[in-house]
């Protein structure tokens, strides 16, 4: 693994956090460079959560290290807290209080905030400043918790689910709001369990299941990697006698059945090799398909199991 080198603004070495028995991050490192909007995508419970949290100083690490702008954020806590705005799962305000006044006391927290006016615009708020927490739409209230995350003048911002619960244009509409905030200058760290999401958004991604990262690349290289697995899957005109017809082949990795469908991951040679093997038994396959890697299949790939935050 490389050095890391000055311009890493986040790294994470080998943290590991427990609770009581459960252990949510078991080894988790990264680095985060400035400038890009870094994913960490995982199914429900991998230990994300606690990640960005120990990221943010909110979690003391059992073990390992994380450094933000080379500081600590457990003993720096006074200058994470400017460096870092977060946006975490459950960020409620009371029901009452308005856009507004939410911004502006959150603006009160910080040495060198945001004016909460412009940040309102930026975020297509200004229209429902006055209105009550309560009141504002599914869209508007993430909005708000973007906008409650950047009026620290943060360098980096952790958006964590932040579109869970959105409605696909609403989503969308989220997401160039985070390039623009990217293009800002701030950096992003952005936790989701939506592939989708993490593919259209992300420079890079890192992918953790059980509390560790099983791939780190960017979303194009994930599905590169996971290229050079071929798929094929058909149907048979009559059952194969014995299951180990196939995986018994050198060229085959994995065997799934659909329903009657046969699912096939192997080498280069994986097609050849099957056909051939099929057809010395007087089978020839039907509705034969090679298919196209996808990020869903990388994760598959690298985590040895079926993406169950997939949407
Ligand atoms: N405060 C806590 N006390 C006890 N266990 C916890 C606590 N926070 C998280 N856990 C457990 O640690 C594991 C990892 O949780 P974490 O929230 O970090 O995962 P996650 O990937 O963010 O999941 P999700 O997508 O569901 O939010 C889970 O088994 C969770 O139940």
């Known amino acids: 693994m490389p050095e890391n080198t000055l311009d890493d603004l986040v790294v994470v070495k080998n943290l590991r956090k427990t609770y009581g028995a459960t252990v949510a991050v078991d080894d988790v490192s990264l ?12 199914p429900n419970g991998a230990g994300k959560t606690t990640t960005v949290e120990s990221i943010a100083g909110l979690r003391t690490p059992d073990g390992g290290s994380v450094r933000v702008a080379g500081l600590d954020p457990h003993t720096s806590r006074g200058e994470i807290t400017s460096l870092i705005g977060v946006q975490l799962q ?13 911004l502006e006391l959150y603006a009160s ?10 940040l309102l615009a930026e975020l297509g ?9 309560a009141k504002l739409s599914g869209g508007q209230k993430q909005r708000l918790s973007i906008a409650l995350a950047l009026v ?3 360098k980096v911002a952790i958006l964590d689910e932040l579109t869970t619960g959105l409605d696909p244009q609403a989503r969308r509409d989220t ?3 985070v390039r623009k905030i990217r293009d800002t200058g701030v950096t992003i760290i952005l936790v989701t369990h939506f592939m989708e999401e993490a593919e259209h958004l992300c420079d890079r991604i890192a992918i953790i299941d059980g509390g560790r990262v099983v791939a780190l690349d960017t979303p ?7 290229r050079s697995e071929q798929r094929i899957s058909f149907r048979l005109p ?4 014995d299951d180990t017809v196939l995986t018994s082949l050198p060229a085959v990795k994995t065997v799934a059945v659909d329903h009657d469908r046969f699912v096939v991951t192997g080498n280069d040679d994986v097609l050849v090799a099957v056909v051939t093997e099929l057809a010395a038994r007087g089978l020839a396959p039907i509705d034969l398909h090679t298919e196209q890697t996808t990020l869903d299949d990388a994760f598959l790939l690298l985590a040895g199991k079926n993406f169950e935050g997939a949407n």
């Open 31 to 42: 680095t985060v460079h400035p400038g890009e909007i870094f994913g960490i995508l995982g």
């Open 90 to 102: 459950s960020s409620e305000l009371p029901d009452k209080i308005k856009a507004r006044e939410a």
């Open 109 to 118: 927290f910080y040495p060198a905030p945001r004016d909460p006016e412009e």
């Open 125 to 133: 708020l200004t229209k429902v400043q006055n209105t009550a927490f």
């Open 152 to 154: 620290g003048n943060p």
């Open 175 to 177: 997401w160039e709001l």
């Open 220 to 226: 194009a290289g994930l599905v590169e990697a996971a």
């Open 238 to 241: 009559a059952p194969l006698a």
